[in-house]
């Protein structure tokens, strides 16, 4: 047993001894003194009075092992000693081994180490050089240095970084799982089932893609000395230094997260997402090619935040709208707009395409010229072709649909839309 055979090197060596006081004994010494307003702390104050291999005789110690009574074997702390400490983000640290109390390193009852002990043996044996962790490891960074050097591993032991932790949206505290219930957002990276069989959706469920939650997380505590914030990974690896890490917490700010998604959408190959959307409209029964699905994504892509958005903003382009939104014709299907939009469409007809860069500036002089209200003539449009009357450029999407399929959308509205 690899651990019990490192535990057992620090007995050996003085570092370390078993001790044989059981849970309720330390239990009743611990309510002794609450009673008495103080703390209990199994350190070099209290080892000689209690049972372990240094107040007990050697013989009686090896009696009790033999027989196979419970034991731990604890760390012993040096006493009142300044151990010296450097971390990355803190700085250099000092602490009097005197705060300190003898942690448990191994158990007999189910033959497994502690963290302490189980950390400090593999991070050496792999050739660990860097320990990045939460502040609340903070705290037990002297018995980690104390164990290095039990261990005679100073002169290889890793370097030391305590993160700052994420906070809460609001109030006091770390962030949690309840937070992410309370407001509404994951906090797992990935889905994560309870033991309980309770599911919590995780980022990636969520939609975030890989490169903007790095990219996310990298900030929430670290600034790069600039205003910039999105970071190929590239350059963020060349930018991000540890010794720029903050030591106060970073506050959560699932909003802020979602704008970080959003920026790499924008930024996303049009191809990348073209599949995705290609997939999705797959599964509605819809055919369209990469190239097709990859122009769709271009002319929305500006107004997604996550990939689940691609499908809603892009159905129009691969079916006629099946319903109008009723807000939209209140607003925009007056007997004057249904007049001009007739006329428009019969502009439209003698036209070999209709495309962005020749049609809409025509159209748009032709609206000067007579003095044509220009904006509730799209509006009136988009909602024939669209549905609705808001959306991307409506001569982008009428160019991506082709002239035929316009000129039919408009002729369904109509004759199925009353005016108002």
Request: aromatic share 10%; glycine share 6%.
């Amino acid at each position: 047993e690899i651990y019990l055979k490192y535990a057992l090197q620090l007995i050996n060596n003085g570092c370390a001894y078993y001790a044989f006081d059981s849970a309720e004994d330390l239990d009743t010494l611990r309510k002794e003194a609450e009673e008495k307003g103080q703390s209990f702390a199994y350190n070099a104050a209290v080892r000689a009075s209690l049972q372990n291999s240094i107040s007990l005789p050697a013989d009686e110690v090896a009696a009790r092992i033999e027989r196979g009574d419970n034991w731990v074997i604890r760390f012993k702390m040096p006493d009142n000693e300044d151990v010296q400490m450097d971390d990355i983000i803190r700085g250099h640290i000092i602490i009097n081994t005197s705060t300190l109390d003898d942690k448990v390193l191994y158990k007999s009852a189910d033959s497994l180490p502690t963290y302490h002990l189980a950390n400090i043996v593999d991070d050496h044996l792999m050739e660990i050089s860097h320990v990045i962790r939460g502040e609340e490891w903070l705290p037990y960074l002297p018995l980690h240095y104390l164990l290095y050097r039990a261990f005679g591993w100073s002169d290889s032991q890793p370097l030391f970084a305590h993160l700052p932790l994420l906070l809460k949206p609001q109030g006091q505290g770390k962030l949690s799982k309840r937070d992410g219930d309370k407001f509404g957002f994951p906090v797992f990276p990935l889905e994560w089932k309870a033991p309980d069989g309770e599911v919590s959706m995780g980022y990636r469920e969520e939609g975030y893609l890989p490169q903007a939650f790095i990219n996310m997380l990298a900030l929430l505590g670290w600034n790069p000395g600039t205003e910039q914030e999105i970071f190929s990974m590239e350059d963020l690896i060349s930018a991000f230094s540890l010794e720029k890490v903050s030591k106060s917490g970073a506050r959560f700010s699932y909003d802020k997260a979602k704008w970080f998604n959003q920026q790499y959408m924008r930024l996303s190959d049009n191809a990348f997402l073209g599949k995705m959307l290609q997939k999705m409209l797959a599964d509605k029964g819809l055919d369209a090619s990469l190239e097709r699905a990859s122009q769709a994504v271009s002319l929305i892509k500006e107004r997604a935040t996550f990939p689940n958005d691609l499908l809603p903003l892009t159905l129009y382009m691969f079916e006629a709208p099946q319903t109008y939104d009723e807000k939209s014709i209140t607003k925009f299907w007056k007997a004057d707009d249904v007049e001009r939009l007739k006329v428009l469409r019969d502009t439209f007809s003698v036209l070999d395409a209709i495309t962005v860069a020749d049609t809409e500036p025509s159209i748009h002089q032709w609206t000067i010229d007579n003095e044509l209200p220009m904006g509730r003539m799209m509006n009136c449009l988009r909602i024939a072709v669209l549905g609705i009357s808001q959306g991307p450029s409506i001569f982008a999407i009428c160019e991506f649909i082709g002239k035929d399929e316009t000129l039919a959308r408009i002729d369904k509205a109509l004759a199925t839309i009353q005016i108002q």
